[in-house]
């Protein structure tokens, strides 16, 4: 079937998640460094997990507006788009998806879930799981889309 990449980005870090071959529960996997090598290391990831859809969180404040993450999101978006043009990433969509409130949930998630107050305090983990959740979200809306 088809796997689904999401992610939640961030100037200095991505978080990444990954759905299962059935595309309808997504898992956090882990935290890659936003550098010039970023498409380097997603296209990687797209190859070894055999992704076929690309989700990006899409930043929008409370009033539905954008704001300057928002329009870094959406070049980002682009650069993903033309970092994609090889034959073997052919079909691979990329698709922006509304991501208020995953850092909220995914806060309250690690603490509700028992985690130590040290491995909350590490930024990474909120990224891994604000991605787990907007894609879970986004599979959750699409399941009788596919």
């Excluded at 930043?59 to 033309?82: H, I």
């Excluded at 891994?128 to 889309?145: E, R, V």
Aim: aromatic share 8%.
């Amino acid at each position: 079937m088809a796997k689904f990449l999401g992610i939640d980005h961030g100037s200095v870090r991505l978080g990444i998640a990954v759905s299962d071959d059935n595309a309808s529960v997504a898992f956090g996997r882990e935290v890659l460094k936003n550098d010039k090598n970023i498409f380097t290391g997603l296209k990687k990831f797209i190859t070894e997990e055999n992704i076929k859809k690309v989700v990006i969180g899409y930043p929008l404040n409370l009033k539905g507006e954008k704001t300057q993450q928002t329009l870094e999101v959406e070049k980002f978006s682009e650069e993903m788009k033309a970092s994609l043009i090889e034959p073997e990433f052919a079909g691979i969509e990329v698709v922006l998806w509304d991501e208020r409130f995953t850092s909220k949930l995914a806060a309250d998630s690690m603490l509700e879930s028992g985690m130590k107050k040290k491995h909350r305090q590490i930024k990474g983990n909120i990224d891994i799981i604000s991605a787990a959740i907007m894609l879970q979200s986004y599979l959750d809306s699409s399941k009788n889309k596919f």
